[in-house]
């Protein structure tokens, strides 16, 4: 009996090894596709995944960007150039986490860093 437990826990462990395994290839792959913002290959990625993809085109770039907004293992500039063109586009902004108050106000005023205003032309679409 224990025999047989010790290698069903083994077998389990082995399965949880592969699928997180998997998981960290999954979200590697979709952040540099995503940051890249090329469509072909975001589109590409989605077909691999069975990952359902919006017709609206402003739908699928909003997720896009709320995607990248939430990618806390990329530069901090990209992520707060996609909560810019969130906000120009008519979306609220997601949640930043490592941006200073005085950010988040200039983000939501549509102002950049600079204090210049901000035109959602940073981030070129592609594709």
């Not at 290839?25 to 290959?41: I, P, Q, T, Y």
Request: some cysteine; proline content about 2%.
């Amino acid at each position: 009996m224990v025999s047989i437990r010790n290698e069903r826990d083994s077998s389990l462990m082995a399965i949880i090894s592969i699928q997180k395994g998997i998981l960290k290839d999954f979200v590697k792959e979709r952040n540099a596709l995503f940051v890249s913002l090329d469509k072909g290959r975001i589109l590409d990625f989605c077909r691999k995944y069975s990952v359902p993809v919006p017709e609206d085109e402003t739908i699928f770039w909003a997720g896009v960007h709320k995607a990248i907004t939430g990618m806390i293992h990329i530069d901090r500039q990209t992520r707060i150039e996609s909560a810019k063109w969130l906000l120009k586009n008519g979306f609220t902004r997601h949640y930043i986490d490592d941006i200073t108050e005085q950010e988040a106000a200039e983000i939501e005023s549509g102002k950049s860093q600079t204090g210049d205003s901000y035109d959602g032309n940073s981030g070129t679409h592609k594709g």
